[in-house]
């Protein structure tokens, strides 16, 4: 078991102890799991109460907040430093490399130093595999595709022909890469498939959630760019482009060929529809359908998005709607008073 | 095949017979296919016409319904009973038990009594497999995992370490269980993952639908409780708890540690902020997305979601916007009319 | 390689060269990618700047386009020559038939000429499949189904028992066919699952997306018509009818029992409620949610999905909310005045 005492902590990862410095920290836990030997994590005021009755031994917080009695690690950015203790507490154990007898990799498989392909993984002919890859079980990779060096690939993973996966990627289970974007040529009611013969690239450091799907391009490419994080069930359409850096939150869904920026956003259950350009740093609130363009560093919400604060505002005054429609009608027969008032003056 | 009179069936599921008691019924069939062996169902209005030109031998109606004509089976639940008529004619036919050769269950796993274990299955380190549970062709379940007595888990789905499902539950194809949550400590623009190391608790007699994922908690568990029912592709992110005997319908998402009450229900494409407490018994409409606390019984609609009653107004109330508009300009128009006449007045 | 001139191309698809006709054709690619030997597609004016600024060989455009110094293949239906161009330039490359040592074929499972089974696929007993089908890695065939001639399941289907797919379907990876229906009958808050006893029809020619579900019937079928292309991570629920000809793109949704017409669509995140039905020709906007029948030949929009035109007078008018209810406020200050000073002069 590791242990370290809280002054360890704040020297490893640069913060102050408020409290007992010696206390002994074995790990990390929710304020309400927490005991003496735990690290608990408090950022969100909503948990002020539970922080309180927390028998955590210490409380990570950020510069400035208040737990009479509690003994805290305070630090700049409370989050980084969770995640640096996590890694500390919590390192990733890793499967002993190898690839499984059970695993069909065809013979031209170009296969790094260190990696590992799990039991019934099939590795299609042409394919690259990075060093220190990880395929896990039941995983399908299909001709010619490429995994970059450190990326994993978890069970159940499908990438169609062709696709094109960075380095230190993270595709959990059930994600599909380089499906057939929508596509068809209707004509008299008919509908003819468009062959789709781009191909899917995801650059490196991206991760993609459990049953998203990413579409092969039509002609081009569907990119994911550096550093983007995807979450689970979210559809990313046929050459659509996600710029560096983006998260896209749980059953988001982008339509073909729209481009997102640097650094955006979609928040749960968002959706964007074609061909549109996302600006840089722009974000699209929860249940919101982006119908324009939006430039860069927008704040968008509502059906279709619009800026967030007049979204907010048109939500305060829709409430009041049947209010303002009695309040319409009660000015109509006044002013009909009124008026008749003054015909008779007449 | 199976055979029964009508009053076989009303004695045994506790209801009356409505015109000839002889009747013998050897199947159950919708109204529109049942034939003369059939039993139909009818508690939908919308269906009236069905039933009044259906040809089954007998109907399935609550007390109080009028099918002039027809031979009806009059239970107090119908939809109880269909349940108990269907589990009598269409019993579930199981699998031989036994582990497939094919399948590649680690040493060290503590397989119960009259366990199925598919073709292409993987069974990990540590992991324990109650009596009479059935694990699918191409199933996963990681390190240390644990699937309770008499559960299922269909062809394909993916279970990551140390995930405890409990007994009796049934997991549909492609749900992925523990997958990572959606955490990054965010600094300078780039995303910095942190570890997820809590688990998913799957507790009894919880069915999961199709391409479902519940992701496992970042320090805690995500949990769902006893008797609740998911239906395809939700998503059920780090931290939720969702209570006992919850109903989730398709396509619906509730976002980072939530907590759902007792015999809440979510209907299709609904939605729930992070962070939230939603009171037990809670209806939240189809399309719906909750962005702030609600309490026990509550009934909301709309985004943001509010009280059903006031969406439905405000919903009608909203048609009539163009209207309001031009009505208010008109109003304008006369006041002003009214003013001037004044001031000539004057 | 293959190459054709433009000319060649235009007798062959039937349509006409502006500029130089004897151009050397050896692939289709997009305005940004295409270099003098592709062929590019402009249809939509967003990308005119693009068009414009293209390397293309010869730009595919439909009759009335004006690029100014550029050659023009120029056709009645750019989209389905599209298709056709593409068939010609990337003919699909069939894997050799045969099915694997590392399938797991039932014994009694009839299988037609010419078919491709995959490492890992398990077809149960008394399954069909038909000439020149073919079964991806890992995919799953439940008892008694039935695979129609030239059908494709891709990597990682799955097929529950019961299941029947026409003929020339293609079925992406991680979709899952005859999952059951969300259907309980619910009594003292305990929700007891009603068998779902029906099945999956998938006629011929159809096309569904990676990850989407469709689930069985309750007691009848769940039918999805001829023709029809369903898009990624999309929910059918139990007993649905999808007409044939329809288009329901990504992660839409039909709830349980509706039944959609012929050549009906539905766009991105829409939605259906259950027990509806939607006329053939109809239209349901991205993120719109139907509650109610709609009738043959609707374009709807919104939640509740009412007249797309009505719902884009009241879009506009909702943002004005603010303003007119400021303007209510003026209009009722007028009013008071004008009631005073007419009170002052009685």
Redesign the interface.
């Known amino acids: 078991m590791k242990r370290f005492s809280l002054l360890q902590l704040a020297e490893k990862f640069g913060g102050e102890v408020a409290g007992d410095r010696d206390r002994q920290i074995e790990g990390?836990?929710?304020l309400?799991?927490a005991g003496p030997g735990d690290l608990a994590?408090f950022t969100?005021s909503?948990y002020l109460e539970k922080a309180r009755n927390s028998e955590a031994g210490a409380i990570l917080v950020r510069e400035g907040t208040e737990l009479p009695g509690k003994t805290l690690l305070v630090v700049e950015?409370p989050?980084?430093t969770?995640?640096e203790l996590?890694?500390l507490f919590?390192p990733?154990e890793l499967p002993e490399a190898g690839v499984s007898d059970?695993a069909?990799v065809s013979d031209d498989v170009d296969i790094g130093a260190g990696v590992t392909i799990?039991?019934?993984a099939?590795i299609e002919a042409g394919c690259r595999i990075g060093d220190g890859a990880r395929v896990?079980?039941?995983a399908?990779v299909?001709n010619g595709s490429q995994v970059g060096a450190g990326s994993v690939l978890?069970?159940?993973v499908?990438v169609?022909p062709g696709t094109v996966i960075g380095k230190a990627c993270?595709i959990?289970?059930?994600v599909?890469l380089g499906?057939?974007g929508?596509g068809?040529?209707?004509?008299s009611?008919?509908?003819?498939?468009?062959?789709q013969?781009g191909r899917v690239v995801v650059e490196d450091q991206v991760?993609i959630?459990?049953?998203s799907?990413v579409?092969r391009g039509a002609?081009?490419d569907t990119r994911i760019g550096a550093?983007s994080?995807i979450?689970?069930?979210v559809?990313i359409?046929h050459g659509v482009t996600i710029g560096p850096?983006c998260?896209l939150?749980?059953?988001a869904?982008i339509?073909g060929s729209t481009r997102l920026g640097?650094?955006v956003t979609f928040a749960?259950?968002a959706?964007a529809?074609g061909?549109l350009t996302i600006g840089d740093g722009s974000v699209v609130a929860?249940?919101s359908?982006v119908?324009t363009d939006i430039p860069d560093g927008s704040f968008v919400a509502?059906?279709?998005a619009?800026d967030h604060r007049?979204w907010k505002?048109?939500?305060v005054?829709?409430?009041?709607?049947?209010e303002?429609?009695a309040?319409?009608k009660r000015?109509?027969r006044?002013?009909r008073q009124?008026?008749q008032?003054?015909n008779q003056e007449d």
Do not use: C, W
């Not at 068809?184 to 004509?187: D, E, G, I, L």
């Not at 005054?317 to 049947?322: S, W």
């Open positions: 990390v836990a929710t309400e799991a994590f969100n909503r950015d989050s980084t969770l995640a996590l890694e919590h990733v059970d069909r799990g039991p019934f099939v896990g079980a039941g399908f299909g978890m069970p159940g499908v169609y993270l959990h289970s059930g599909i499906g057939d929508f068809f040529a209707t004509r009611g008919l509908h003819r498939k468009i062959p013969v991760e959630g459990a049953n799907t579409d002609l081009g550093g994080k979450d689970n069930l559809m359409a850096s998260l939150a749980g059953q869904g339509a640097k650094g749960g259950q959706g529809a061909h929860a249940k359908a119908f509502g059906v279709p619009a007049e505002k048109s939500v005054v829709q409430k009041r709607l049947p303002m429609r309040e319409l000015l109509a006044k002013i009124l008026e008032d003054r």
